[in-house]
């Protein structure tokens, strides 16, 4: 699979953005897939996942209630639809996927996306 992210920008905090990313390959309902974010200086962190079948959601504590993943199999893409957006979610924003069940350990994906800008301004 590969994948391709789109949606960022610049918002002011308070704003609304979502990310799309869309997957090319036949079996992406056979993916574990989340989004990562990664700020200046900052390593990449797990911002949200959901699970292979299931479609099991999980989130890090700082987005809950915020920001919502979703995924339509059929059209082969996943979405964070991100509310309320503060300054400190500005970062690059991957989306990425995994064979496995692992969700929130970068380690645990082997394919990624190339990263969209997301800018929150105060």
């Known amino acids: 699979v590969q994948l391709q992210a789109s949606g960022g920008g610049l918002v002011q905090a308070g704003g609304s953005l979502r990310l799309s990313c869309v997957a090319s390959?036949?079996?992406?309902?056979?993916?574990?897939m989340g989004w990562f974010r990664q700020a200046p200086g900052q390593e990449r962190e797990f911002v949200a996942g959901?699970?292979?079948?299931?479609?099991?959601?999980y989130y890090t504590d700082s987005v809950k209630g915020r920001f919502t993943i979703s995924r339509d199999n059929a059209e082969k893409k996943l979405y964070l639809q991100m509310n309320s957006l503060k300054p400190e979610d500005t970062a690059v924003y991957y989306c990425?996927?995994?064979?496995?069940?692992?969700?929130?350990?970068?380690?645990?994906?082997?394919?990624w996306g190339q990263g969209t800008q997301v800018t929150v301004s105060s």
């Open positions: 990425a996927a995994n064979r496995g069940l692992g969700v929130r350990s970068p380690a645990s994906y082997d394919v």
């Open positions: 390959g036949p079996t992406f309902r056979s993916y574990t």
């Open positions: 959901t699970t292979r079948n299931s479609g099991g959601t």
